[in-house]
């Protein structure tokens, strides 16, 4: 398995997690991880960003697993 550091930019909803339900913003989208079978290593960021630390299959292509990240966690 590979491991990525993702830095992803947040743009729905004016793009601010607030602090008071962050934390389950971070759950929703490690749920989002682990479907597209991915490891979730550590989640994190701010109010318009997200980090993630995971780890993928070599054969899965980061690409897609980012766009599919980005359309569950921004709509």
Known sequence: SLHYHVILHLKAGGGLIDESWRGVFYKYAAGCLKALRCEVEAIGGSRD???LLI???SGAALADIIRRVKLLTQS
């Open 49 to 51: 960003h997200l980090h």
């Open 55 to 57: 780890g993928a299959d």
